[in-house]
């Protein structure tokens, strides 16, 4: 499971005013915790809280400073996932992200073939968020098939089918679902999944075990990566059961432990 800590993201208070402020203390605290919480990656994301790109490389150098840990670049703002790309200093980068808009397919693969980077597509475009399992699929076809004609092997694409909010959207569950069993038979190899997992359960009483359960009922239908809140055991755990459970991984009485050890992190 490629685990992508979502937490250097200035949505977060503290993150937004250490990108204002230029202080890196937030930013290393939370660089340190999700590396040593296992993440594969960590998403960097400025987000609302510049408008500046050289903004995006001050973050992604205080990461790297921080931690050895791959990168997520994360960015609407084509300027500042350039920026962000920049400043890697040679280590494994995500490029998140793209949209299906044609428009953006062909500003962003570029930078993802010169960076020779991994990169997540988003299943939207120029018409908004897919509300059915056709559009989805449609919509991630077209990012896969933009992607790997321009050289960017199966492995190194990450399809997202969009993960609505439970609370307001309970009858998308079935769709995302469905559509990432689709995006499976795509190719093969077929592309890497991710969701954004804490979007299922924003505003609910009952976080946790919706975002839980949906985690697993979805790496059973074949979702391989997340951006998720890697700090939270519980949820960790949840990916090591279900990697077992899919018979991913060989049993044994410490596999959480070996899970985390594997990962990179922490035992």
Same mark, same amino acid.
């Given at each position: 499971?490629?685990?992508?800590?979502?937490?250097?993201?200035?949505?977060?208070?503290?993150?937004?005013? &250490?990108?204002?402020?230029?202080? @890196?203390?937030?930013?290393?605290?939370?660089?340190? &915790?999700?590396?040593?919480?296992?993440?594969?990656?960590?998403?960097?994301?400025?987000?609302?809280?510049?408008?500046?790109?050289?903004?995006?490389?001050? =973050?992604? $150098?205080?990461?790297?400073?921080?931690?050895?840990?791959?990168?997520s670049v994360d960015s609407t703002k084509i300027e500042a996932i350039e920026a962000g790309l920049d400043a890697i200093d040679g280590r494994g980068v995500l490029?998140?992200?793209?949209?299906? !808009? @044609?428009?953006? *397919?062909?500003?962003?693969? @570029?930078?993802?073939?010169?960076?020779?980077?991994? =990169?997540?597509? *988003?299943?939207?475009?120029?018409?908004?968020?897919?509300?059915?399992?056709?559009?989805?699929?449609?919509?991630?076809?077209?990012?896969?098939?933009? &992607?790997?004609?321009?050289?960017?092997?199966?492995?190194?694409?990450? =399809?997202?089918?969009?993960?609505?909010?439970?609370?307001?959207?309970? $009858?998308?569950? @079935?769709?995302? =679902?469905? &559509?990432?069993?689709?995006?499976?038979?795509?190719?093969?190899?077929?592309?890497?999944?991710?969701?954004?997992?804490?979007?299922?359960?924003?505003?609910?009483?009952?976080?946790?075990?919706?975002?839980?359960?949906?985690?697993?009922?979805?790496?059973?239908?074949?979702? !391989?990566?997340?951006?998720? !809140?890697?700090?939270? $055991?519980?949820?960790?755990?949840?990916?090591?059961?279900? $990697?077992?459970?899919?018979?991913?991984?060989?049993?044994?009485?410490?596999?959480?432990?070996?899970?985390?050890?594997?990962?990179?992190?922490?035992?």
């Amino acid at each position: 499971m490629i685990l992508i800590g979502e937490r250097i993201n200035a949505g977060f208070k503290d993150i937004a005013n &250490a990108i204002r402020t230029k202080d @890196p203390t937030a930013v290393e605290k939370w660089a340190v &915790a999700q590396a040593e919480a296992g993440a594969t990656y960590l998403d960097v994301n400025i987000g609302a809280a510049s408008r500046d790109p050289a903004d995006m490389a001050w =973050l992604v $150098e205080t990461v790297q400073k921080a931690v050895p840990t791959k990168i997520s670049v994360d960015s609407t703002k084509i300027e500042a996932i350039e920026a962000g790309l920049d400043a890697i200093d040679g280590r494994g980068v995500l490029v998140n992200s793209t949209t299906a !808009d @044609p428009g953006k *397919l062909e500003k962003i693969i @570029p930078l993802a073939v010169k960076h020779e980077a991994m =990169l997540l597509g *988003l299943a939207m475009d120029e018409r908004g968020s897919p509300q059915n399992v056709e559009r989805r699929v449609e919509n991630g076809a077209m990012v896969f098939m933009a &992607a790997t004609e321009a050289g960017i092997p199966p492995e190194r694409i990450v =399809l997202d089918p969009i993960l609505m909010p439970i609370k307001f959207m309970q $009858e998308q569950v @079935p769709n995302v =679902l469905e &559509a990432i069993e689709q995006y499976t038979h795509l190719s093969d190899p077929p592309p890497h999944i991710s969701v954004g997992l804490s979007n299922i359960g924003s505003k609910t009483a009952e976080r946790g075990r919706i975002v839980r359960t949906f985690l697993v009922m979805a790496m059973a239908r074949g979702l !391989d990566a997340a951006i998720l !809140d890697v700090c939270d $055991e519980e949820t960790i755990a949840a990916v090591a059961t279900a $990697e077992l459970m899919l018979n991913q991984e060989i049993y044994s009485d410490s596999y959480i432990r070996a899970f985390r050890i594997k990962a990179g992190g922490s035992a």
